[in-house]
């Protein structure tokens, strides 16, 4: 039996956040281990038996069971509030393993159309095992709704969007799933649970890419998938057995101690970014803005009541002067780091037209309301003072252009 940690029943998050996982070893150590081994030795070929064929829980083999590993899917599945929890080698092996664990040749899929590209992607990729996939609008409802079909089984949403921030409404979305006998799974990359936990609000999966805000110091690629563990183990588990999109037990550590300092860092850049979205609002080189924590957000309402109260540590903005008027203003900067990842305590800037968004063609990015001049800046915690300052010498340059 893999022990629990002997935590009380009552600990809060934040406690947890530090505190959840397996009870230490023998030799007491306080930080948790990283146990770096393929596989586990046990005590003679009687238990060997009993644990392989699952009559004793133990761990056996990494492709499946690790204890750093087991550590970090504990504590997310804390902080989530779910009862499950499976780490996976990156995001999108999280939704390939959601995909493959839940669903067969035959069922439909409802997935807003403002989700990250390359689950887009993936999702059209199911097409050819018979998994046909309908992409709606991110806000409407009653898109989501009239899409649903007899053989829907699964909804999936990502909430707010990269790069406009729109909000879903997960709660809405969940009451839809459960009428037509469908699961809810939301991709909780940009709020994680620090700010927004989507099972409070009827979603049955939450979806992660431990990459961004878990691992927080853009270290490693992971990913996790939280739930009831009766469909984690009864349904996902199996999968992970057998096709093997394993995590590995070295960014299972950097999560597990990167969920230790979440909550600040997440409320900390959210802040910065709330900061920035408003210095930006009164920028004259700035035509619009987009954060969910901006009263002009025009899902503010929704945004707030979902994520604790708090935009997120992303926003968007469109520069004057389109593709070159963009460029500039992040050729200008001298401390933002110009990629495309996020979640990082560095401050990152792209342009989503020609990056994240460069594969779709003008017209659909027209339609999704990525223009040229478009740029996203997922906050980390420098100065605010000197983010600003950042931005500002781009952006003086196109006012007086
Ligand atoms: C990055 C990202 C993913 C994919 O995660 P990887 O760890 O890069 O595989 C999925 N969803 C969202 C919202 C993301 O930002």
Known sequence: MIRKTDLPADARRDTLAVREGLPRT?????????????????????????????????FVYSRFSNPTVTMMERRLAALEGTSGCIGTASGMSAILLLVLGLLKGGDHVV????????????????????????????????????????????????TPSNPLTETCDIRALAEIAHAGGAKLAVDNCFCTPALQRPVEFGADFVVHSGTKFLDGQGRVVAGAVCGP??????????????????????NAWVVLKGLETLSIRLKAQSERALALARWLEA????????????????????????????????????????RAGAFAVIDATRICSI???????????????STSHGRLSEDQRQAAGITQGMI??????EDIEDLKADLARGLDQLKLA
């Open 229 to 250: 563990a009766e469909a984690i183990d009864g349904q996902l588990v199996p999968v992970m057995r057998s096709a093997g999109m394993a995590l590995s037990p070295f």
């Open 111 to 158: 997935c807003s159309r403002s989700v990250f590209g390359s689950t887009i992607k993936l999702f059209q990729d199911f097409a050819k095992f018979g998994i046909e996939t309908t992409f709606v609008s991110q806000t409407e409802v009653a898109q989501w709704r009239d899409a649903m079909r007899p053989n829907t089984k699964l909804l999936f949403a990502e």
């Open 376 to 381: 996203r800046v997922a906050v980390g915690l």
């Open 26 to 58: 023998e030799w007491g150590e306080n930080s948790e281990a990283l146990f770096i081994t393929s596989s586990f030795v046990h005590p003679d070929a009687e238990t060997a038996a009993r644990r392989f064929a699952n009559e004793e829980e133990a």
């Open 283 to 322: 920028h004259p080189a700035v035509e619009r803005v987009y954060h969910p924590g901006l009263e002009s957000h025009p899902q503010h309402a929704l945004a707030m009541a979902q994520q604790d109260g708090c935009g997120g540590a992303v926003v968007s903005f469109i520069a004057r002067g389109e």
């Open 339 to 353: 990629t495309s990842n996020l979640g990082d305590t560095k401050t990152t800037i792209t342009h989503p037209a």
